[in-house]
């Protein structure tokens, strides 16, 4: 069983949580982590989600991504998310993510990152990651077409290609 923090329509922690899978109540949010890793030539790492996954099965995503379990604060479940789904660990303590969405029952932190990773030392999670590759923007918006990227707004990934390099975004090459 897995129990996220619940927040208000204006982020504050409600000193609640939730069951993942149940029903949000009208008025509960919750929380979402994405990380982005973008290498020196300007490609993405994008992951792609195992076949039996809920949600998304056999899909390209972004590098990657999830909910924060209860207790954790953004920069802990990206760390944590980092860590689990690729074995890459990466201090998040003293930054902010890069961009907030609001969705309609929770918020999504995306944190952009310039980080040259070299593939064979990456530890895929086999409960979720069956493979991983480098891939430039148009070669994301030509599989978000195809069908075989999670169906993102091009314009998100237009927008997370052209901020990769700027204020706030973590250079580490």
């Known amino acids: 069983m897995e129990l996220w923090d619940l927040y208000d329509i204006n982020r504050n922690k409600t000193d609640q949580t939730w069951i993942r899978g149940e029903v949000l109540q009208p008025g509960d949010y919750h929380m979402v982590v994405h990380v982005c890793i973008f290498n020196s030539n300007g490609e993405m790492l994008i992951q792609q989600r195992q076949p039996f996954k809920e949600g ?3 899909m390209w995503d972004l590098t990657v991504g999830g909910s924060a379990i209860a207790g954790n604060t953004s920069q ?9 789904e690729l074995g890459l660990e990466l201090d998040f303590q003293s930054i902010r993510p890069h961009l907030t969405i609001n969705f309609e ?21 086999p409960e979720e990651v069956q493979s991983v590759k480098w891939a430039s923007k148009e070669e994301i918006l030509a599989m978000i077409r195809n069908g075989e990227f999670i169906s993102y707004y091009e314009s998100l ?17």
């Open 76 to 84: 802990a479940a990206a760390q944590r998310e980092l860590y689990e």
């Open 105 to 125: 029952r929770g918020f999504d932190d995306i944190y952009l990152i310039e980080k040259n990773v070299p593939l064979h030392t990456l530890t895929l999670q």
């Open 56 to 58: 998304w099965p056999n």
């Open 157 to 173: 990934i237009q927008l997370l290609f052209d901020n990769r390099k700027q204020r706030g975004a973590i250079q580490e090459l």
